[in-house]
Protein backbone atom coordinates (compact mmCIF):
# COMPACT_ATOMS: atom_id res chain seq x y z
CA UNK A 1 0.00 0.00 0.00
CA UNK A 2 1.41 3.63 -0.73
CA UNK A 3 0.48 7.04 0.46
CA UNK A 4 -1.60 7.24 -2.52
CA UNK A 5 -3.78 4.58 -1.28
CA UNK A 6 -4.72 6.66 1.87
CA UNK A 7 -5.78 9.74 0.56
CA UNK A 8 -9.18 10.04 0.63
CA UNK A 9 -11.46 10.73 -2.31
CA UNK A 10 -11.19 13.64 -4.17
CA UNK A 11 -7.50 14.90 -2.40
CA UNK A 12 -5.21 14.74 -5.18
CA UNK A 13 -2.57 16.67 -3.19
CA UNK A 14 -1.87 15.03 -0.06
CA UNK A 15 -2.78 17.25 3.58
CA UNK A 16 -4.94 19.16 0.90
CA UNK A 17 -8.41 18.29 1.54
CA UNK A 18 -10.68 21.23 0.06
CA UNK A 19 -13.06 19.88 2.81
CA UNK A 20 -10.80 19.95 6.10
CA UNK A 21 -8.10 22.82 4.92
CA UNK A 22 -10.20 25.40 3.39
CA UNK A 23 -8.47 24.83 -0.36
CA UNK A 24 -11.37 25.32 -3.30
CA UNK A 25 -11.51 24.12 -6.51
CA UNK A 26 -11.55 26.69 -9.29
CA UNK A 27 -11.70 26.38 -13.49
CA UNK A 28 -9.62 29.10 -14.11
CA UNK A 29 -11.48 31.34 -17.94
CA UNK A 30 -9.55 32.32 -20.69
CA UNK A 31 -8.17 35.62 -19.92
CA UNK A 32 -4.59 37.23 -21.32
CA UNK A 33 -1.41 36.25 -19.43
CA UNK A 34 -0.85 39.96 -18.42
CA UNK A 35 -4.01 39.80 -15.88
CA UNK A 36 -3.05 35.87 -15.19
CA UNK A 37 0.32 37.30 -13.95
CA UNK A 38 -1.45 40.30 -12.00
CA UNK A 39 -3.45 37.65 -9.77
CA UNK A 40 -0.26 35.22 -9.43
CA UNK A 41 1.64 37.95 -8.03
CA UNK A 42 -1.52 39.03 -5.47
CA UNK A 43 -2.50 36.01 -4.01
CA UNK A 44 1.14 33.81 -4.37
CA UNK A 45 2.31 31.01 -6.25
CA UNK A 46 2.67 28.75 -3.30
CA UNK A 47 -1.39 29.70 -3.08
CA UNK A 48 -2.11 27.74 -5.92
CA UNK A 49 -1.91 23.64 -7.05
CA UNK A 50 -2.57 23.43 -10.97
CA UNK A 51 -4.42 20.54 -11.50
CA UNK A 52 -4.11 21.19 -15.52
CA UNK A 53 -2.72 24.18 -17.64
CA UNK A 54 -2.87 25.85 -20.69
CA UNK A 55 -1.94 28.43 -22.85
CA UNK A 56 -2.03 29.39 -26.53
CA UNK A 57 -0.25 32.55 -27.08
CA UNK A 58 -1.04 35.51 -25.00
CA UNK A 59 -4.10 33.72 -23.46
CA UNK A 60 -3.72 31.17 -20.89
CA UNK A 61 -6.44 29.01 -18.47
CA UNK A 62 -6.22 26.08 -16.24
CA UNK A 63 -8.09 24.00 -13.35
CA UNK A 64 -6.73 24.68 -9.88
CA UNK A 65 -7.21 24.77 -5.96
CA UNK A 66 -6.59 28.05 -4.35
CA UNK A 67 -5.86 28.06 -0.52
CA UNK A 68 -7.26 30.09 2.18
CA UNK A 69 -4.91 32.60 1.95
CA UNK A 70 -5.23 33.09 -1.91
CA UNK A 71 -8.68 33.08 -1.72
CA UNK A 72 -9.03 36.02 1.59
CA UNK A 73 -6.26 37.86 -0.74
CA UNK A 74 -9.16 38.20 -3.79
CA UNK A 75 -11.94 39.28 -1.30
CA UNK A 76 -9.53 41.81 0.09
CA UNK A 77 -8.78 43.27 -3.33
CA UNK A 78 -12.10 42.79 -4.40
CA UNK A 79 -13.88 44.85 -1.41
CA UNK A 80 -10.59 47.36 -2.26
CA UNK A 81 -11.43 47.92 -5.48
CA UNK A 82 -15.01 48.37 -4.96
CA UNK A 83 -14.95 50.28 -1.86
CA UNK A 84 -16.72 47.80 0.53
Not at 33 to 57: C, D, P, Y
Amino acid sequence: MTEDDLLPPGEPFPGLTIRADGWKYRDWPWSDREVFNRVMELIGEENVKWLAFTSQGDRVRGQCFLSPVALERLIAEKKRRTGE
